[in-house]
Every structure is written in C-alpha cells, then in structure tokens.
C-alpha cells in the first residue's frame, strides 16, 4: 500500500485545513487508517483514525469536536478536516494504515505511512 497525503499549509488560528491521505496498491478494504503528527522537538501524537469497513472512529482528546476523519471508498482516500485550528496544532502530520480492522491510536500497529504534510497554525 502506497499513501500519499496532501493539504497542509498556513493558516491563521481559528481556520480549516482539509488534508488528504490518497491510497494506492493493495486494497484497504479491511484495512485501518489513521493520522499522526509530530510538532518540532516533540514525539510523534496519534490524531484520529477510521476502520475502511466500518467507518468507526477514534479520536485523540485535544482534537475532539475540531477534526473529523472521513474516507471516500470510491477515491480510495481518507480525510481528516481541521476545524478551529490552534497553533498548538503546528506539527508535521503523516497518515498511516494498518493491516487489520478498528480504529486505533497504537502507531505499532501501523505496517504503511506516507510522507508527512506540514500544518503550520498562526496566532
């Protein structure tokens, strides 16, 4: 499974970022997908996640209520829209999936990552 994630960029506190994490190769229909970040001089944070089949979803407490994660089957692509963003959100976010079914925040799970996408949040 090749993952290829997009949509970061600068925005000023309080705004929306769309990221997009586009699969490609084996399928991922009974796969797991999740988000990660990692700010500068800090460890890599687990962000949300979605089972493929289920569409169940799991999300870190500091993005509740602002981040959603969603999937398009038909694009074979994750989402993950930001909302009311904070600049303690600045970080490099990587998307990742993992070879069996759930939602899950344990990035050992994970077998395939993409390159990151940088999110930088002004105030």
């Known amino acids: 499974v090749q993952l290829q994630a997009s949509g970061g960029g600068l925005v000023q506190a309080g705004g929306s970022l769309r990221l997009s994490c586009a699969a490609s190769?084996?399928?991922?229909?009974?796969?797991?997908v999740g988000w990660f970040r990692q700010a500068p001089g800090k460890g890599r944070e687990f962000v949300a996640a979605i089972d493929w089949s289920y569409s169940s979803t799991y999300y870190a407490d500091p993005v509740k209520g602002r981040f959603t994660i969603s999937k398009d089957s038909a694009k074979i692509t994750v989402y993950l829209q930001m909302n009311s963003l904070k600049p303690e959100d600045t970080a490099v976010y990587s998307c990742a999936a993992k070879t069996f079914r759930g939602a899950s925040d344990y990035a050992g799970y994970y077998n395939y990552w993409g390159q990151g996408t940088q999110v930088t949040v002004s105030s």
């Open positions: 190769g084996r399928t991922i229909s009974t796969y797991g």
